[in-house]
C-alpha cells in the first residue's frame, strides 16, 4: 500500500521567540523553533495537529512498529511541551493509520487509512476539557501580556498550600523560582532585566507563558 507521511525530526516544534511585539502589531517578526516532543516516540509519525485552546492540542498519525502501523493520538495539556497517549475507542481495528484530525463545534473528526478502505469518525463524546471551564486554564495568567518592565503572574493554589512558582526562558533554562502560597493568587514579577522573547511560569505542572518585550 502506498503510504505518504510528513515526518518531522523529532515530530513537534514550538514557536521560541518573537523579536517585538507593539501594540498589537509584530515588528520585524522572527519565528524561532525548538523541539517539543516530549512523551513522543521516536518511531511516530504525524499527519495532523489540532489546537483546541491556547494549552490544549492533539497531534494524530502512526507508530512503525514495523512490519505494521499503529494508529496513535497524543494531547498535550501546556502548548506543546509535554505529551501523553490518549485512549481511543469505536474505530475501526482494520484503520491502521489516522491520517488527519480537526476539531468543529463540539465534537473531532478523525480521517482513517486501512487495507483498502478509508474512513472518517466523528467523536461522540468530548475527549477533553472542551467547552468546560480549565481551572487552571482560565486562573493561571499574566498580565499585561506582553510586558517589558512588569509583569503579573497569577496562579491557582489549594487551600493552606505552599509551592514554588518556576520561571523559564524559551530554551527551558530555569531563571528564577519565587515562593507562593495560597493567600494570594498572583505575584508581581520585575522583569526588566530579561531579554526580549518568551518565557514559561511553570505551578505544580500547569505552565503559561508570557512575553518580553
Known sequence: MDR?????K???YSIAT???LLGGQTANAQLTFFESNNGI???FYVNGIVP???SEIYIAGAINNSPGWVPKIYKSNDGGNNWNEITVSGINYSQSMYNSICYIGSKFLLATQGSGTNEVY???DIVSSINQINKNEYIQKCF???ANSEINLTYYLNDNVISIMKIYNFQGQLIEEKRIDSNDNKILLDISGYTRGI???EVNGVSSRFIVY
Open 10 to 12: 523529532k515530530l513537534i
Open 18 to 20: 518573537l523579536s517585538m
Open 199 to 201: 518565557y514559561f511560569y
Open 144 to 146: 499585561p501580556n506582553p
Open 52 to 54: 483546541v485552546t491556547s
Open 122 to 124: 466523528a467523536s461522540i
Open 41 to 43: 516516540p521516536s518511531n
Open 4 to 8: 505518504k507521511f510528513l515526518k518531522m
